[in-house]
């Protein structure tokens, strides 16, 4: 049976968990360093090596109960990650909202990966409903930009398929069918560090 989504109302005075992104990307030879610096922030739960335009993507949790916890995040990136050098560039990603769940239990492992998503105009709503009835699928998050959705999965590896080719068979079978669904960027990473799991 697929588990109901949670889903996280974004009220004021109550206290909720607010989940964001942060891309970087950090001057060569100093990645280990700012990874380091990373995991000794309370507020990182995820640190991901990513390929690309950049080299890591973060997720941050915070529970807050003032009107715009937005401002927490913003604060964090500019006084904490920027000024500390070693940085050239950040995309910092603060969901309009967000649908989540837990991952399915398994016994087997399981590789992360983030899916951006492009979508037809009015549909972005619908696919969040249809995106978290697919298994694999442990949260959903719609943006503001380029991109309307971030989609993040969490799949048992494939002993047949190596990470990279098993999660895009799954967004080219599953995701990219989806009614509503325009354009797909997938990050598969190389190394995650999950904390507090």
Request: aromatic share 4%; proline share 7%.
């Amino acid at each position: 049976m697929t588990p109901i989504p949670q889903i996280r109302h974004h009220n004021q005075n109550s206290v909720y968990e607010l989940r964001s992104f942060l891309l970087v990307k950090t001057k060569p030879g100093l990645e280990q360093e700012i990874l380091g610096r990373f995991k000794a922030m309370p507020e990182v739960r995820e640190i991901h090596l990513i390929t690309g335009k950049f080299d890591l993507l973060i997720t941050l949790e915070s529970e807050e109960t003032e009107l715009d916890p937005r401002q927490k995040i913003v604060e964090l990136v500019v006084d904490r990650v920027r000024k500390a050098g070693g940085i050239i560039d950040t995309r910092t990603i603060i969901p309009i909202t967000s649908q989540t769940r837990p991952p399915t239990l398994t016994d087997r492992p399981t590789v992360k990966a983030f899916v951006f998503i492009q979508s037809e105009a009015g549909k972005e709503k619908d696919l969040m409903t249809r995106l978290l009835q697919l298994p694999e699928v442990t949260g959903v998050h719609l943006l503001f930009g380029k991109a309307d959705l971030l989609t993040e999965i969490n799949a048992e590896k494939s002993f047949v398929h190596p990470p990279p080719q098993h999660i895009a068979n799954l967004v080219q079978t599953k995701i990219s069918k989806l009614n509503g669904v325009h354009d797909t960027d997938t990050y598969v990473p190389l190394e995650s560090i999950m904390k507090n799991q």
